[in-house]
């Protein structure tokens, strides 16, 4: 399963390589990471194998039913944000790779510039096929990242993947208690479909749940890659030397969610420092992965600098009130419960520390910095949660806190869920049969109306298909996708014409 995990989160970088970069440097960087793979797989034996058993029934379709009122697929009510996701994909199926949206002899050459990583395989399949095959392609693709996840996670927590899973599921914030104590017009408290996790305004740390069925795209190799350091860093005292393995997947992880990868260099920083023998730094170091690890952070980061939308950086003041009760409802206040048994461990601290560092860091024109760079120390936290919660090693009112704080926190992914539901059966069973909303519009559109309220966003329609083509584009927010790239290194030293 673990060499499944880097297989998976590999072949989409060979689709970039040979979609993206010029034959001449795309061969010989694919031989670098053949090589990789050969060593991984044929020296690195694996420890234990995966066998299917009865109750792992009712993980595959814990998993299936999740998946599935996420919206990936299209299947079910999607959110807002899929216009975004679903364009995109449309994109990569319908263009050349790499895609150029002009390409003329002077002026600007307009490019899609985004971390296009995950929907590769799928996008493939769609040019082989049709856009339904390419949405069931994802859909499978999205699959068999889950089950990676929950089964790893389920390692390392030293419980059942059906466990697991419904601690990835629930897990999140107290949002309900901010939209409680801090009432607005928008989120209400019911009916319970509502976006809870917005309570705070821009400010957000969101769900597992939340992630999944709004940007599912950085979520699911993010939560992998994160997941699968977790592991290797509790299997180093048993295995050879995993730095390389660990900067391997962390280069990965920007390559897919390059704002989520930020949040965990902290994280790998801490696993270096345990696991390097500083008397022989270099003993045992795997220098094929290293090198491959630098590969792709580097032709990752040439290529996503050719957009230059994210320029914007800085800090963002915050009232000390506000910083406060999110920061205590959106994750403190179950770090400091666990504390009397955690307080020795540096991931506990760092976790702590970015959950009160990130709202303060502006990056780009909006706050999705805090959203996406958030993702690992989630991730830890709710892994040290369950660590806590699976083991008992915490007194009786530390486990009562942490039920009780977990119990408080799944109603968010829980309205996200009854958004889907509801919006779902209302399309397959309610509304009239003779509504054609799903059926998306081909004109030019040159810009997408901003979000109103999540559950009443494209009536009558399942999928958020607003956008046709990014080709048009002008407004702001597709300046995240689209960049002239004229100038870019990228563009002018590796990108294929």
């Avoid at 790779?97 to 990583?117: D, I, T």
């Amino acid at each position: 399963m673990k060499h499944l995990s880097f297989l998976y989160l590999i072949l989409p970088f060979f689709f970039f390589l040979f979609g993206w970069v010029r034959l001449a440097v795309a061969i010989p960087l694919a031989l670098i990471f053949v090589f990789v793979l050969y060593k991984l797989f044929f020296t690195d034996r694996p420890t234990s194998t995966f066998r299917f058993s009865l109750p792992d029934i009712y993980w595959f379709l814990t998993i299936i039913l999740w998946l599935l009122l996420s919206g990936v697929g299209g299947y079910a009510f999607q959110n807002w944000d899929h216009n975004w996701r679903n364009v995109v994909l449309r994109d990569l199926m319908n263009f050349d790779w790499p895609v150029y949206y002009a390409q003329p002899e002077s002026g600007p050459v307009k490019m899609l510039v985004y971390y296009v990583g995950f929907w590769l395989p799928s996008a493939w399949v769609g040019k082989l096929f049709n856009w339904q095959a390419a949405n069931f392609a994802l859909f499978l693709w999205t699959l068999i990242g889950l089950l990676l996840v929950t089964h790893h996670l389920g390692n390392i927590l030293k419980t059942s993947a059906f466990k697991a899973s419904l601690l990835l599921i629930f897990f999140s914030g107290l949002d309900i208690l901010g939209a409680f104590f801090f009432p607005q017009d928008y989120p209400t408290l019911l009916p319970p479909i509502t976006h809870l996790e917005t309570w705070a305004g821009n400010l957000q740390y969101s769900s597992f749940t939340t992630q999944l069925f709004w940007v599912f795209n950085q979520a699911v190799p993010a939560w992998l890659c994160i997941v699968l350091i977790i592991r290797l860093g509790k299997e180093q005292e048993t295995r050879q030397d995993s730095r390389a393995r660990m900067a391997l997947l962390w280069s990965l992880c920007f390559f897919f969610a390059p704002l989520a990868s930020v949040g965990l260099i902290p994280y790998i920083l801490v696993e270096f420092f345990r696991q390097t023998d500083f008397r022989s730094p270099f003993k045992d170091l795997r220098w094929e992965q290293f090198l491959a690890a630098i590969v792709i952070f580097l032709l990752s980061a040439v290529f996503f600098a050719a957009n230059t939308a994210a320029q914007s950086r800085g800090f963002q003041s915050l009232p000390f009130d506000k910083f406060l009760s999110f920061f205590l409802l959106e994750g403190g206040i179950l770090w400091l419960v666990l504390a009397p048994s955690r307080w020795k461990d540096a991931r506990w601290i760092v976790t702590g520390a970015l959950l009160i560092i990130l709202p303060f860091i502006q990056l780009g024109s909006d706050r999705d910095f805090v959203m996406r760079a958030s993702i690992a120390p989630l991730f830890y936290l709710m892994w040290i949660t369950g660590e806590t919660v699976f083991s008992k090693t915490a007194s009786r009112w530390g486990l009562i806190a942490c039920y009780s704080l977990l119990v408080i926190g799944s109603l968010t992914p829980i309205y996200e869920i009854n958004r889907s539901i509801y919006r779902t059966v209302d399309y397959y069973f309610i509304q009239e049969d003779d509504c054609n909303c799903d059926v998306p519009s081909f004109d030019p559109i040159t810009r997408l109306a901003q979000p109103g309220v999540p559950e009443e966003e494209h009536p009558g329609s399942l999928t958020a298909d607003a956008l046709p083509t990014l080709q048009f584009m002008t407004d702001e927010l597709s300046q995240n996708f689209i960049a002239n790239v004229r100038q870019a290194f990228f563009y002018q030293y590796l990108a294929s014409r």
